[in-house]
């Protein structure tokens, strides 16, 4: 065997546990996925398991309930893109600045990502509780009547928006941090000289070179958006009337609570294909495939 044959070997030797996870956790389970669904497979009675064909598939665009988590997550993602990535922008340029107690700011603003997501979303519970909860007790002393919040079909989402934006702006703020320290100070020195003003050095300078920062974050805010599940389970339970069932949610009750497994898969393997074509849809938008092939 030669050197570079030996080479080889040992490469694909130290690659190999990385292959074999990725078989046992995501290319067999994806197979298993797209076969259940084709049958009506019961957890309580996997020996009935009988082939369906595309009964399942036909049922999920009959199913309101699923038909409404999907809504449910489309008005989370056009919203919280935004909300998120602006105030940890916002975040980024506050802290950028060399002044008292930045490091305390810096801590502080990260502090809810490093908290579980499950400790937060009962926290908030509390602050928000229409009976007895922080923000109503605020609001009283402004003579403004208590709200829903949580219990309103209207409300219920745009909570779970502003709670979920307030958990992650932290992390994306330290990824645009590291993005404005990158950017050379030669650069505002000339604009300067230029004699542009803060705001046009703003527009003109620092987004433009913070584009590949905000397309990386933006793809990772989109993605993880479709994925949204703790807060809905653990503070509605996808309630009121369905208002924050997602279908990530949706999926794990039907094929966990109610052991419906083989319609879970058909639903798993739709919401897949539906995230795949967005990000794709996402990614031509924001240049990113360009920029690769480029």
Excluded: C
């Excluded at 030669?2 to 694909?12: A, D, L, P, R």
């Excluded at 595309?54 to 999907?70: A, E, T």
């Excluded at 219920?156 to 979920?164: E, P, Q, T």
């Amino acid at each position: 065997m030669t050197s570079k044959n030996k080479n080889q070997v040992i490469g694909y030797f130290f690659i190999l546990p990385a292959i074999i996870l990725l078989l046992l956790f995501l290319f067999i389970p994806v197979i298993m996925s797209v076969y259940y669904s084709f049958t009506n497979y019961n957890i309580l009675t996997p020996q009935a398991r009988i082939f369906v064909g595309l009964q399942n598939y036909l049922n999920l665009f009959k199913d309101p309930i699923f038909i409404k988590s999907l809504q449910n997550v489309l008005l989370f993602v056009v919203f919280i893109i935004p909300i998120q990535v602006g105030a940890a922008l916002g975040l980024a340029l506050i802290v950028n600045k060399k002044r008292p107690w930045n490091n305390f700011f810096k801590i502080a603003f990260f502090a809810p990502v490093v908290v579980s997501l499950v400790v937060t979303s009962v926290l908030w519970l509390y602050i928000v509780n229409p009976e007895q909860g922080l923000i109503n007790g605020l609001l009283s002393v402004f003579h403004i009547k208590a709200q829903p919040f949580l219990t309103s079909t209207h409300q219920a989402m745009f909570v779970i928006i502003g709670i979920s934006a307030w958990q992650g702006a932290g992390y994306q703020m330290l990824i645009f941090l590291a993005g404005l320290q990158n950017i050379p100070n030669d650069v505002y020195e000339a604009a300067t000289i230029d004699g542009a003003s803060k705001w046009q050095q703003f527009i003109h300078v620092t987004m433009p070179m913070l584009k590949p920062t905000s397309i990386m974050i933006l793809t990772t805010t989109f993605i993880s958006a479709f994925k949204l599940i703790t807060q809905p389970m653990v503070m509605t339970q996808g309630g009121p009337m369905n208002a924050t069932m997602t279908p990530v949610y949706y999926i794990y009750r039907t094929g966990f609570t109610d052991r419906q497994l083989g319609y879970a898969s058909a639903m798993s393997v739709i919401y897949g294909l539906a995230i795949i074509i967005f990000t794709l849809i996402q990614r031509r938008i924001t240049g990113t495939g360009e920029n690769e092939n480029g």
